[in-house]
């Protein structure tokens, strides 16, 4: 919730009206305070708040002017205030967020947000929509929900890359690992005779060596034969983290340290980045 209101904003989203006197009718002090407080949070937010200091101090003096009760505290969590939740929840018509809910907001997630929004924060918001939509309260373990979501959706973006791979191509990539004779050089992160270490390596200072040294590159990429458009319906934001993923791997961690769809992906987005630095194409 922001922080800052002003007087226009406060009267519009924090003024006590009827029915929310009527609910807090057998309250007093800072209970009253309590319950005000729980109940415009919740109004705005779909969800409580966590603890007194996301609760704005301009709304909560608000608040106490309108309930006369200067000197009042309020709390916002704990077993004295449940029952207001229980209060709060049923006056808006919300249900609290099941293990069911979490299975289906996890799989919505994945499928509907995560594949084009890579944004933790903004994944969270899209949670808190979709809950304030469904008049659900919003989960308590957001993070577990948000981590399982992405975790579902790059297996499948994996999945997906690599079952569009014709065998061939499949074994052309694993070729570029070399033989295996590297792995004490590209441990260390230098040196290795890997095909895959040169597509990482600086093309160094401009010149006519290095010209054709990045020809015959773009020759042996092509060669390997990734189909056309392999990327063309991912979002870029998602290639380019796998990109950024990729020239951080050697051939060692990728022959032992991955699943194999991954380091196939890995190795796609990495050739494909040669072939035209955003997007795949063999041409």
Known sequence: MRREWELDDLIASWTLVDADHELMAR???GRRLSFAVMVKFFEIEGRFPRHVGEVPPAAVDY?????GVPDAEFEVTGRGV???RVQIRDAFG???FSRGDEDK???WLAEQVCPSELNEDRQREAVLARCRAEKVEPPGRMDRIVGAA????????????VGRLPADVTAALWAVLGDGQDAEADADGVGGVSFFNELKADPGKLGLETLLGEITKLRRVRAIGLPAGLFADIAEKRVARWRARAAAEYPSTL???HPPEVSLTLLQILNGQVVSGSSVSPV
């Open 27 to 29: 309250l007093h002090g």
């Open 63 to 67: 608040l106490v002017r309108q309930l």
């Open 82 to 84: 449940e029952r207001y």
């Open 94 to 96: 919300f249900r609290m």
């Open 105 to 107: 907001m996890i799989a």
């Open 150 to 161: 992405n975790r579902i959706a790059d297996a499948r973006f994996c999945e997906d890359t």
């Open 255 to 257: 022959r032992r340290d």
